[in-house]
């Protein structure tokens, strides 16, 4: 039941700061799942990117393009890209250790919270 309702939070949580701010599986999914879950670092970022990829993938994207706010050229430019970088991306991470990919994820969040803060 624990894990029912934590996960159906995670995903609730994951779900509105994506549909608000594009953001999700990194900065709420990923944690989540290590903290609450007891998930390693490799796991929970293959889990967040299965949870994610529907919901947000979809329903946030519906909503932004009947509203008129997606640039589908760019998108589909962008999209043949991520799935390029995500295969070599997800090959790479499992090369890493669970503790060393966990701390570059932190270090990455960090620096892009810095870099979003100070900018005008």
Avoid at 53 to 68: D, E, H, I, K, V
């Amino acid at each position: 039941m624990k894990v029912l309702i934590v996960g159906l939070l995670t995903g609730i949580g994951a779900g509105i700061l994506a549909g608000m701010v594009g953001v999700g599986g990194g900065l709420v999914v990923v944690p989540a799942l290590v903290f609450f879950f007891g998930m390693d670092q490799h796991t929970a970022q293959g889990t967040s990117l299965a949870v994610l990829l529907p919901p947000t993938g979809l329903f946030a994207f519906l909503r932004y393009y009947q509203s008129g706010h997606v640039d589908m050229k760019i998108a589909v430019v962008i999209v043949i890209g991520v799935l390029i970088g995500g295969w070599f991306g997800g090959g790479w991470a499992q090369q890493v250790s669970g503790p060393a990919l966990r701390k570059g994820f932190a270090v990455f969040m960090m620096l892009a919270g810095l870099k979003m803060f100070f900018t005008k």
